[in-house]
């Protein structure tokens, strides 16, 4: 039965969880700040942000399926419970701690992260009438970006007791927790018994349209860490960590812009001119080395960024029949998992140029001309 109206007790606590589902990113900014405590182990540390993003290659497929026995709601549920314990390890372990404690602490939040993702982006559709859902997912879109952007200022707000984030966003957990707890939506089981197969969504790749949107999504996210993990390094004071609200701002700022945009424009052509934009400002990035240039580049990047995810994802959906919908889904959320190769590789890149940060820029190079060269093959076979 299609939703005709949307009920306000179900809606909020699912936007809590696109707030919520927003707390994985907030390691790749960090990660600066836990290195300066083991600067014996750089490289080690630049792996962090790396078991965030594992756990959507290994358990997205999995969890989809028990959300399909026992509901999307039971399937978040789990998702805030291991978000709650792997934010409290690390400040429970306390300064100085044995780095094994980010390691399972981050492990644990990047499994919570994918029971998150897995249940409350279909969850929204069950809430929302299908008209406006577009509508909806950038409201949750912006949510999470919310969630990012107060990192920096929360960091400097805190100064040496900076882990207290830590604290503060196992409570809001714990607050979005109760709200899906109380909150009335029923989904015990899905009409669908067939669950989609980690297969089913591989196989998809055969089709050339959805092979290439998918690792253009690969490439954002990878790019998407790349520069959280550039945010503490880029400027060399305390005020660096703000590029990454600079950033996420503007991307806050793009979701809207693209929303309207979109609605007139090809999602082929608006992505064209972002990813133009974007390897311009990786440029600026590179060469100018200028306070005020780093943050206005960082923040347009995330303009550009804004609706690289929206619009591979509109064109793969399109490029196969309805009901391979939800393996179309799986694939591209398997693709996310990308983002686990990126900060390992931005810091190697870094330390091969003796410490040159601007050298991990060029990263993202690479990245974006493959999104570029794809919307002009999308184009085509349009």
Known sequence: ?????????????????????????????ITGKIAEQYADHAALVSFLPSMV??????????????ANRRGRKFVALIGYALTVAGLSIPFAAGKGCDLTYYFIGFALVGM????????????????VPEAKMTSYLTIGQICRNISIMLVGPLVLLLGADW????????ALTVIGAAAMWRSPLQDAASDDSRSVSMADCFRLLGNSRVAMCAIGIGAIIACDVAVGTLSSMLIDNDNSILTSTGFYGCRIVGTIVGAVV??????????????LGALALTLVLFFCRQEWA??????????????VFASLYA???????????NAVSGLLILFIS???????????????????????VLFMAPCLLYILWTTFKLNRRA
């Open 1 to 29: 039965m299609s939703v005709t109206a949307v009920n306000k007790s179900t809606l909020y606590p699912a936007l809590m969880g696109f707030f919520i589902m927003g707390f994985c990113d907030i390691i790749a900014p």
């Open 315 to 325: 064109v793969a959906t399109k490029a196969v029949e309805p009901s391979q919908a």
């Open 163 to 170: 882990s207290l984030l830590f604290v503060i966003y196992a």
């Open 53 to 66: 993003f594992l756990w959507l290659l290994l358990l997205s497929t999995p969890l989809a399926s028990i």
């Open 338 to 360: 990308a983002g686990a190769i990126s900060s390992p590789v931005v810091s190697a890149i870094i330390r091969a140029a003796g410490g040159a940060v601007n050298y991990g």
């Open 262 to 275: 979109l609605a007139r424009y090809s999602e082929v052509l608006y992505l064209r001119w972002n990813m």
């Open 112 to 127: 919570g992260n994918t029971a998150v993702q897995v249940a409350v982006n279909p969850m929204l559709a069950m809430i």
């Open 294 to 307: 780093v943050f206005a580049a960082s923040g347009m990047i995330g303009f550009t960024f804004s609706c």
